[in-house]
């Protein structure tokens, strides 16, 4: 079972600043096997990232995934309002598992 | 449009029985897998499992085996979440999403959530 830990937990930043989350996991994800979600208040989430870089339909250039093996990032370059939500990552090397999330609040 | 819709909020009493509802539309249901993950208040996302409605294989989480049923109905694009005897600590949002190929996989299309509210 693959367990995944992301930091941090809260993240505070100011619009326009560039953001990174990270999402590590207890045993490698072969093939990049990882997504990534934003979820606002009272919504389901949405998908961002899949295959660790991959971005989703409609999803803006500004979110970027990277990493391999135990170490993924979700990059937003600069933020605008509307990103400040929470982020979760998710694996599918195996039974799916989701990380504990890291909120995105404004500073 | 690729949808899910998920049927609507439920307060239950401990004990009782539930099942919940959420139904594909814009795609060929059968031939995409079906997910559930819960959302316990001001918590995050877990995977329950998986359901494929054409023959209704399906994979639990360890976590969740045991404690609620996965089923489909193929004739009316539908997948099922059931409980026989609900508990307080089921009390959560429930999500149904979609696996876009094969199982396992990432989710690309979500449900709005079912809110379960289990009180006496």
């Known amino acids: 079972e693959i367990v995944l830990t992301q930091s941090p937990a809260t993240l505070s930043l100011s619009p326009g600043e560039r953001a990174t989350l990270s999402c590590g996991a207890s045993?490698?994800?072969?093939?990049?096997?990882l997504a990534w979600y934003q979820q606002k208040p009272g919504l389901a989430p949405r998908l961002l990232i899949y295959?660790?870089?991959t971005r989703a339909t409609a999803i803006p250039d500004r979110f970027s995934g990277s990493g391999s093996g135990t170490d993924f990032t979700l990059t937003i370059s600069r933020l605008e309002p509307e990103d400040f939500a929470l982020y979760y990552c998710?694996?599918?090397?195996?039974?799916?598992?989701f990380g504990g999330g890291t909120k995105v609040e404004i500073k | 449009e690729v949808q899910l819709v998920q049927s609507g909020v439920e307060v239950k009493k401990p004990g009782e029985s539930l099942k919940i509802s959420c139904k594909g539309s814009?795609?060929?249901?059968?031939?995409?897998?079906i997910g559930w993950v819960r959302q316990m208040p001001g918590k995050g996302l877990e995977w329950m499992g998986s359901?494929?409605?054409?023959?209704?294989?399906?994979h639990y989480s360890p976590s969740f085996q045991g404690q609620a049923t996965i089923s489909a109905d193929k004739s009316i694009n539908t997948a099922y979440l059931q409980w026989s005897s609900l508990k307080a600590s089921d009390t959560a949002m429930y999500y149904c999403?979609?696996?876009?190929?094969?199982?396992?996989?990432?989710?690309?299309?979500w449900g709005q959530g079912t809110l379960v509210i289990v009180s006496s």
């Open positions: 999403a979609r696996h876009p190929t094969g199982y396992p996989n990432w989710f690309d299309t």
């Open positions: 814009g795609y060929s249901f059968t031939n995409y897998w």
């Open positions: 359901i494929y409605p054409i023959d209704s294989n399906t």
């Open positions: 045993h490698s994800v072969t093939g990049g096997y």
């Open positions: 295959y660790g870089s």
């Open positions: 998710q694996h599918y090397d195996g039974p799916p598992s």
